[in-house]
């Protein structure tokens, strides 16, 4: 069984710019959530697919947006990027919404704002 | 909205027992997870509660009391490997899991 995998791992890009991670959750997992971590917090929540159907949402404005796709893959989108969204974006995926197993986090995508 | 309290820092010696506390207040529970994380790697399940009490997972124990708002993670027989960051984490009513920001355990020889 393949686990979560992101990409890119790595990314630089300019304050105002556009950017799009992309997410493969494990197999058998139909929700996925996408999480900001800073240097030295814990991840914050962003928000959560369902079976394609936004779950839920934290604190983040409009310009984080996701999609996810009928095999359950994700997409996090950030438009107008800001020096303050530079951290590691976490996708996380479970077998269900109430899962009692957790996530499983994929190694995640810096991203670097200039 | 939800709250979650844990030490920033904790210190411990090989082969000793640590214990790491989380308070949480939230305006709804639905489950009360732990995590670890290594630096620059993605947090990895230890441990799920959602019923009063002790689950124990071979070194790995939690502790959950819902009318405290309390949980800990026990890690006992310490290993230099154990040294990473521990996330608490509480799901509410609606399925959001919210992270505290984490306790990083130094473990020394």
């Known amino acids: 069984e393949t686990g979560v995998t992101q990409s890119p791992t790595h990314l630089i890009k300019t304050r105002g710019q556009q950017v799009t991670l992309r997410c493969s959750s494990q197999?058998?997992?139909?929700?996925v959530s996408w999480y900001q971590q800073a240097l030295g917090q814990g991840p914050q929540f962003i928000f959560q697919y369902y079976r394609e159907e936004e779950n839920g949402r934290g604190n983040f404005p409009p310009r984080f947006s996701g999609l996810q796709f009928p095999n359950y893959s994700s997409e996090l989108n950030v438009n107008a990027l800001e020096l303050d969204d530079s951290a590691l974006y976490l996708c996380?995926?479970?077998?269900?919404?109430?899962?009692?197993?957790?996530?499983?986090f994929g190694s995640g995508t810096r991203l670097t704002v200039v | 909205g939800q709250n979650i309290d844990q030490p920033t820092e904790m210190t411990a010696t090989e082969g000793a027992i640590v214990q790491i506390n989380c308070t949480y207040q939230t305006s709804g529970f639905n489950g009360l997870f732990w995590y670890q994380q290594h630096a620059g790697e993605a947090p990895t399940f230890l441990s799920y509660n959602v019923l009063d009490g002790l689950e124990e997972k071979g070194r790995f124990s939690s502790f959950l009391s819902r009318s405290k708002g309390y949980s800990y993670l026990l890690l006992k027989e310490l290993q230099m490997k154990d040294s990473a960051s521990y996330l608490c984490a509480v799901r509410d009513d609606y399925q959001k899991v919210t992270f505290g920001t984490g306790t990083k355990l130094q473990v020394i020889p």
């Open positions: 996380a995926s479970s077998y269900d919404r109430g899962s009692n197993y957790g996530y499983t």
């Open positions: 197999s058998g997992h139909n929700t």
